[in-house]
Structure formats: structure tokens, C-alpha cells
């Protein structure tokens, strides 16, 4: 699993960069939405599920979750 930054994407909290993630699981994907752990407050934004019938590929994974990160 790689974290990746939201080029521009921040936390309503602190204003630091939102990074986002996603993982590969036997029935879909783990796509989750954290603040920046070195500089923010390091709290998870958002975790959800994509069903592997929506989702099929990591590429599909990866345009979820960052589109997810862009909507906070």
C-alpha cells in the first residue's frame, strides 16, 4: 500500500496536505483519506470500501481514491 499527497486536497482541520491510499483486498478495494502524519494532525479523513465489481483495477483504485480525497 503507498500513500500518495492530493496535489492539492487539505485537512479541514489543520489546512495540512490529505494523502490517500488504497489496497488490494479479495473482494475489492480498501481506499482510505489521511492527514499528513509528519506535518497535520495525522487523523484519518475517511475510510471506505470499493466493491470489486465497481472497482476492477488499480488503476480504477487509485482515480477513486484520489477523487474521493479531492471531494473533502
Same mark, same amino acid.
Given at each position: 500500500? /503507498?500513500?500518495?499527497?492530493?496535489?492539492?486536497?487539505?485537512?479541514?482541520?489543520?489546512? !495540512?496536505?490529505?494523502?490517500? &491510499?488504497?489496497?488490494?483486498?479479495?473482494?475489492?478495494?480498501?481506499?482510505? /483519506?489521511?492527514?499528513?502524519?509528519?506535518?497535520?494532525?495525522?487523523?484519518?479523513?475517511? !475510510?471506505?470500501?470499493?466493491? &470489486?465489481?465497481?472497482?476492477?483495477?488499480?488503476?480504477?483504485?487509485?482515480? /477513486?481514491?484520489?477523487?474521493?480525497?479531492?471531494?473533502?
Amino acid at each position: 500500500m /503507498v500513500l500518495r499527497r492530493h496535489p492539492s486536497a487539505t485537512c479541514n482541520r489543520c489546512d !495540512s496536505a490529505l494523502y490517500y &491510499r488504497y489496497l488490494e483486498e479479495s473482494t475489492g478495494w480498501q481506499i482510505s /483519506v489521511t492527514c499528513d502524519p509528519e506535518k497535520g494532525c495525522g487523523r484519518d479523513v475517511v !475510510s471506505k470500501r470499493a466493491p &470489486r465489481h465497481h472497482v476492477d483495477r488499480p488503476e480504477e483504485a487509485r482515480a /477513486v481514491a484520489k477523487r474521493l480525497a479531492g471531494e473533502l
